[in-house]
């Protein structure tokens, strides 16, 4: 995971959710670029410090958005078979999460898992959701949390496309991270929990570093990306018929 120094302050419960997981994580790491949006220093506070089951990883790499929450763990885990699951920082995981993607990507290694996805609708890219279990999707939607194997990704080979792209896409990880996977062969699907829903923290429509309502709004956005990959011949999703 990855979060901001307003947020670093306010996501315990959100460990919290991940620590009494009924598998528990072999790690957590805290991914952050050493400046948040490459201008604002982190504060670490006293509870994460004294949390010795958390890692906290300062990237050297410059802050390429949303995506930091992966990006370091492709260094500190280059094992291929390594499970990585991502997380966002205001959201309460259920109890089985971690279990769920474990058990779906051992049964699938060629596949990275969500529990909530979309696809682009073939003739007009609209964003249609996807929902349930073992149901396939063109983009993997973060907040959900997302389930990758390390070896869905060459390498450090993620840096660079993020480097080349514009800082106003950057916000769009979710298209980011699922176009990468999808260049390298990666089928994308959706899993469903059975002992509960997704939480947002109380606190995550307050914040005003929120992506949600960036630019013209999340959906307008993902179409701005994929236009712009798409004419630099960079988009390898291909959608539902």
Request: with cysteine; charged share 20%.
């Amino acid at each position: 995971m990855t979060t901001s120094p307003w947020r670093m302050q306010l996501f315990q419960p959100v460990i919290n959710s991940i620590l009494q997981q009924t598998l528990k994580p072999d790690a957590i790491l805290l991914n952050l670029p050493e400046l948040f949006r490459n201008t604002t220093r982190y504060s670490i506070p006293r509870w994460l410090s004294e949390c010795d089951r958390i890692q906290t990883c300062v990237s050297p790499e410059p802050d390429y958005g949303p995506a930091m929450k992966l990006i370091p763990a492709l260094t500190a885990e280059p094992a291929p078979d390594t499970i990585i699951i991502t997380i966002d920082d205001d959201v309460i995981y259920p109890r089985d999460a971690l279990g769920t993607f474990a058990e779906a990507s051992m049964a699938e290694p060629g596949t990275a898992f969500c529990s909530m996805g979309f696809r682009f609708e073939t003739q007009s890219f609209n964003i249609l959701p996807v929902r349930g279990h073992g149901n396939s999707c063109d983009v993997l939607q973060g907040f959900s949390a997302c389930c990758y194997r390390r070896s869905h990704f060459t390498g450090l080979d993620l840096i660079h496309p993020l480097a080349e792209l514009p800082a106003e896409y950057r916000i769009n990880d979710d298209v980011i991270l699922s176009n990468h996977v999808a260049k390298n062969g990666i089928n994308r699907k959706t899993v469903e929990f059975q002992q509960g829903k997704l939480r947002f923290m109380p606190w995550s429509d307050d914040d005003p570093d929120a992506l949600k309502s960036a630019g013209d709004g999340t959906h307008a956005r993902y179409q701005d990306l994929r236009r712009h990959l798409q004419k630099n011949g960079d988009w390898h999703i291909t959608p539902f018929s």
